[in-house]
């Protein structure tokens, strides 16, 4: 019998694909974008919004940046070699990156994954970097808002995944101690060796593309969410 009493999952791209929505975007933005830069320049500025990208979030995520101010700075370091965007660039651009936001897809396998832990009689949680009101949002749009016992992002637990703090403020709301709690996730260091190092008993990297090597040695690796309940032994 599995002593796990938990299984917590990771939102953005381990249940909802948010991975192929983002793409569709970056290639919207690089189209509208296009028309500002030399045009064998515009596969230079993707490159560079997608570099950007984690910098800049997690700068929104301390409050140094607030919604707008987030996308205008990324916007403006990734045309800096350029020019400096003007106000309706930036409002055509918010526009489009909203949609990464409004529009939610639920992964493959997310609500049959869901179920197998609640069918093992685990408790299910959510811990996800973001905010609030939107990770919750997109919880409800893919349908899964009433199969999770505990939700919790890095802004109301105070602590942003791989800090040990928000894997044992999850835990805790569980009810359940670090050594009895398994995370699923897409993110080798947020995730799993966060997980790992708050000495949660097993990690399962959800992942698109070839894990790490330095992946922890506890991890298990699957190509779907669908099959993470099994890797943890609690279906199939
Ligand atoms: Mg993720």
């Not at 230079?44 to 919004?49: D, N, T, V």
């Not at 020019?83 to 651009?93: E, F, I, S, T």
């Not at 897809?105 to 997310?110: F, H, I, K, L, S």
Request: a negative charge.
């Amino acid at each position: 019998m599995s002593p796990l009493r938990a299984v917590v999952f990771d939102l953005d791209d381990t249940l909802t694909d948010h991975r192929s929505l983002q793409l569709e975007v970056e290639e919207e933005i690089v189209r509208l974008v296009g028309g500002q830069v030399p045009e064998h320049e515009a596969q230079a500025f993707g490159r560079r919004h997608l570099a950007n990208l984690d910098g800049f979030y997690a700068r929104w995520m301390r409050g140094e940046l607030d919604e707008p101010g987030y996308h205008r700075a990324r916007l403006t370091d990734a045309l800096e070699p350029w020019c400096v965007p003007d106000d309706a660039l930036v409002a055509r651009y918010v526009e489009l990156k909203r949609r990464t936001t409004t529009e939610v897809r639920r992964a493959r396998g997310a609500a049959g994954a869901v179920a197998a832990v609640r069918a093992a009689g685990l408790r299910v949680g959510v811990l996800t970097n973001g905010m609030t009101d939107l990770q919750r949002g997109k919880l409800r749009r893919i349908g899964l808002a009433g199969a999770v016992d505990v939700f919790a992002t890095s802004q109301d637990v105070g602590a942003v995944k791989p800090e040990a703090e928000a894997f044992a403020a999850v835990a805790g709301r569980l009810g359940v101690a670090p050594h009895e709690a398994a995370m699923i996730g897409d993110n080798p260091v947020n995730d799993i060796a966060g997980a790992l190092g708050a000495g949660w008993a097993a990690a399962v990297l959800v992942a698109v593309d070839p894990p790490p090597a330095d992946l922890p040695a506890r991890a298990a690796v699957v190509a779907s969410v669908a099959e993470a309940p099994q890797a943890l032994g609690l279906a199939g």
